[in-house]
């Protein structure tokens, strides 16, 4: 049975490793991003399971189009085929899915693509998976600021919605031993708790994110504020 012990968590994963996954293995790099989208697969999998309630992939940045033209294409071709196989588990499964991030360099295919598979799992309500392609956290804030009404008074909420919306980030997970954010969701993360591992993300498995979020739930957060008097920390009984 699916838990519901971290029904409001919203969970981000910089997927970090594929590239040096397939090198350490003799392999293109391609392969590894054939099996990070395996990954993808099982994160979500485990997400559903484990009752989360946002997840946040961070895909393909606005500074990934420095990559070699012939990786961005495939790339580009994998996340494709990716959504297309995907879009019958999603509905199944009451997974929502958006894609966010700019649109206006992807392929019109990739695009149209997308707001296919948005509209059609738009009713979903189980898990709701955004997936950032073409994203840089700090061009959204630049684009939110622009729009703002110099008449109105600006308000953490307010900026938000320009922003899209999201929900704050609980959990940061970051593969591939790298630690840093990388320009990504740099304002929802602004009390995310980080976790970092040195595993790959093709290598990554329902166990790592169960214990990320029992790491997670082991966290005291204080916002800024101090700890409640004799607070204990009370991890779900389904993740011991």
């Given at each position: 049975?699916k838990?519901?012990?971290?029904s ?26 054939r ?27 606005s ?32 997974i ?5 991030g ?49 008449r ?17 980030v ?8 790298e ?53 204990k ?8």
């Amino acid at each position: 049975m699916k838990s519901t012990s971290y029904s409001n968590i919203h969970v981000a994963i910089i997927m970090d490793g594929n590239g040096r996954w397939a090198t350490a293995r003799g392999l293109p790099r391609l392969a590894g991003h054939r099996a990070g989208a395996d990954a993808v697969r099982r994160a979500v999998e485990a997400a559903l399971e484990l009752g989360v309630g946002a997840l946040t992939l961070y895909a393909f940045s606005s500074d990934n189009w420095k990559r070699p033209p012939e990786e961005v294409s495939s790339l580009m071709k994998l996340f494709r085929a990716y959504l297309e196989a995907e879009k019958p588990r999603c509905i199944e499964h009451g997974i929502r899915l958006e894609v966010i991030g700019r649109r206006d360099r992807l392929d019109p295919n990739l695009t149209a693509t997308i707001a296919e598979i948005e509209y059609e799992t738009s009713y979903g309500r189980a898990l709701e998976l955004r997936i950032a392609v073409d994203y840089s956290a700090r061009d959204a804030i630049l684009r939110a600021a622009s729009r703002l009404d110099a008449r109105v008074d600006v308000t953490r909420e307010r900026f938000a919605r320009l922003l899209g919306e999201a929900p704050d980030v609980d959990l940061m997970i970051r593969t591939g031993g790298e630690q840093r954010l990388s320009d990504f969701l740099l304002w929802e993360s602004a009390y995310a708790e980080l976790v970092f591992t040195p595993r790959m993300w093709p290598e990554f498995a329902r166990e790592d994110l169960e214990s990320a979020l029992l790491e997670f739930s082991r966290r005291d957060r204080r916002f800024g504020g101090l700890p409640a008097p004799n607070r204990k920390t009370v991890i779900p009984a389904d993740v011991l």
